[in-house]
């Protein structure tokens, strides 16, 4: 199973689970049913934003911490202004 069809396939199930839940099929009390069950796919829409933020951040700071990825990195800009530089491109 590839990771796309993973995601679906979680994703589905999920969804009928909590259309089960507001339609009443699902054994939940009514406050739960009424109030909570309702905001759960923005809960996990913000969790999952938050989860983003907080990876792309960690990861940029971890960055420098591969000293040869970073220099490579840099070497490709640089080799890519200068291929630029010779088509006559500014490159402000």
Request: hydrophobic share 50%; charged share 15%; aromatic share 8%.
């Amino acid at each position: 199973m590839t990771r796309a069809q993973f995601a679906s396939t979680t994703l589905a199930a999920a969804g009928a689970a909590w259309l089960l839940g507001l339609a009443g099929v699902l054994p939940l009390s009514e406050t739960v049913r009424t109030q909570v069950w309702p905001a759960l796919p923005l809960l996990a829409i913000v969790s999952l934003g938050a989860y983003a933020f907080v990876n792309i951040g960690y990861n940029l700071l971890a960055f420098r911490e591969c000293p040869e990825a970073y220099h490579e990195l840099m070497q490709e800009i640089q080799e890519a202004k200068d291929d630029l530089r010779a088509k006559n491109v500014d490159i402000s």
